[in-house]
């Protein structure tokens, strides 16, 4: 990771982008699969999705669950640092909301 000097920029490093706080908020719902994130992140291809999901882990905003039953599969979950962030992603979308009624 590149030298951060303001824990306001650390945080704005970490959600950089348009797919980490969208896939965050969506992750506040419990456990993702990638085949769930994938139906309802519309926009964002596998390739791009798995390397933001990597990234997230990095970041410690989730930790990745491979379950070996039959059939294999691996879940998605929030830790408490990206729980810890809900809130802030809470009051962004209360923004945008009220953005988008003055703008439409």
């Known amino acids: 990771m590149r030298e951060i000097t303001c824990p306001l920029e650390a945080v704005f490093f970490i959600l950089r982008g348009k797919w980490i706080p969208i896939i965050l908020w969506r992750m506040r719902l419990g456990n993702q699969r990638l085949t ?9 291809n596998e390739k791009m999705l798995i ?13 990745k669950i491979e379950y070996d039953v039959f ?33 439409i």
């Open 51 to 63: 390397q933001h999901l990597n990234d997230m882990i990095e970041y410690g905003l989730i930790e």
């Open 71 to 103: 059939p294999k599969h691996t879940e998605y979950i929030l830790t408490e640092f990206g729980k810890e962030l809900i809130p802030t992603l809470a009051k962004f979308q209360e923004l945008g909301i009220k953005y988008l009624g003055k703008n």
């Open 36 to 44: 769930d994130l994938k139906k309802v992140i519309v926009g964002c």
